[in-house]
T-cell receptor, first 112, second 115 residues
């Protein structure tokens, strides 16, 4: 049983560029959440998708957007990258109405 | 709103000694509480969780935590540290709502195990 998978594992971009990160949830899960973990800090909630809709959002600007597909996989898009967007981006999946989230290994984004 | 405070960003223990990591939370609704572990350059692995029922919960790798509502605490312990316990540990709080169940994390505690 595959767990949560994320791609790519590492990414280097320059300021102003756009990036797309991908996540496949654990088998049977229908809810995907995204978190940003800056160096030396705890993860911060970006948003959560369920039934292809964003149903909860953290305190992140509109430059951060996402999508969930019918197969429950998800993308995180970040536009107009800033140096401060450099972080580990974590995807977590869960089953709706079951409050346990399982995390992928993350995508490390470096913005130069 | 929910928040988590982890006391001590770094903890150093000797191999075989007790590991105690402190976590205090704030929540306006009955909380769900979690401890996750993160090894270098990896994602988060669930150690244990409290949802409802028994307040002493046991997790993987010999860890356990006790939910104390009166103290708003959920401290993590392990009787005897092993070298493989060196990692960063995160306490998190959530609430199961129709509007979503985001996790709010503490700042983390990095554990160093001395031989």
């Amino acid at each position: 049983d595959a767990g949560v998978t994320q791609s790519p594992t590492h990414l280097i971009k320059t300021r102003g560029q756009q990036v797309t990160l991908r996540c496949s949830p654990k088998s049977g899960h229908d809810t995907v959440s995204w978190y940003q973990q800056a160096l030396g800090q705890g993860p911060q909630f970006i948003f959560q998708y369920y039934e292809e809709e964003e149903r909860q959002r953290g305190n992140f600007p509109d430059r951060f957007s996402g999508h969930q597909f019918p197969n429950y996989s998800s993308e995180l898009n970040v536009n107009a990258l800033l140096l401060g967007d450099s972080a580990l981006y974590l995807c977590a999946s869960s089953l709706n109405r079951v409050n346990i989230q399982y995390f992928g290994a993350g995508t490390r984004l470096s913005v130069l | 709103a929910q928040s988590v405070t982890q006391l001590g960003s770094h903890v150093s223990v000797s191999e075989g000694a007790l590991v105690l990591l402190r976590c205090n939370y704030s929540s306006s609704v009955p909380p769900y509480l979690f401890w996750y572990v993160q090894y270098p350059n990896q994602g988060l692995q669930l150690l244990l969780k409290y949802t409802t029922g028994a307040t002493l919960v046991k997790g993987i790798n010999g860890f356990e935590a006790e939910f104390k509502k009166s103290e708003t605490s959920f401290h993590l312990t392990k009787p005897s540290a092993h070298m493989s316990d060196a990692a960063e540990y995160f306490c998190a709080v959530s609430a199961l709502r129709a509007a979503g169940n985001k996790l709010t994390f503490g700042g983390g505690t990095r554990v160093l195990v001395k031989p």
